[in-house]
């Protein structure tokens, strides 16, 4: 399986946004408390900030961590089909034939990813391959 990541870039500008919309839940909470509004009013207020904490705590990690947290998985389609090409009639007779017969694979010995015949990186730890036989 293959994930796809989001990139630090945009993970940091997630967390700016994220600190900008929980002080925007802290200035509705004070306005709406000083007008004397429902308490309904003042909840939106503290929703705003419980979320936007939450957003940027998760982006600020993504933006920094070591091992980030994946958006997508992408998974072959050796491994599970796609339902949109069934549902058109799209699907392949024989699906491993796009990367080889089955035994052409071989498995990564750090993290145990399945693997191409010529890779020379792995493509899940990113660690290089020994040679093969």
């Keep these: 399986m293959k994930s ?4 630090r870039g945009p ?3 997630g967390a700016v946004g994220s600190i900008f919309s ?3 839940g802290i200035i509705w909470t004070i306005a709406a408390a000083s007008m004397g509004a429902p308490v309904f009013f003042w909840l939106f207020g503290v929703v705003f900030v419980i979320l936007g904490i939450v957003q940027a705590i998760y982006n600020f990690k993504n933006a920094t961590g070591e ?3 994946s958006e997508f998985d992408i998974v072959d389609s050796t491994e599970e089909p796609d339902p949109l090409a069934q ?8 699906p491993e034939s796009e990367a080889g017969e089955a035994g052409d694979f071989r498995y990564c010995p750090y993290c145990g990813a399945r693997l191409g015949s010529g890779f020379t990186f792995c ?3 990113g660690k ?3 040679e093969e036989p």
Excluded: D, T
């Design 4 to 7: 796809i990541k989001p990139g």
């Design 11 to 13: 993970s940091a500008m």
């Design 22 to 24: 929980a002080i925007f």
């Design 67 to 69: 091992n980030r947290y």
């Design 87 to 94: 549902k058109l009639g799209l699907e392949r007779e024989n």
């Design 123 to 125: 493509g899940k730890c």
């Design 128 to 130: 290089r391959l020994p």
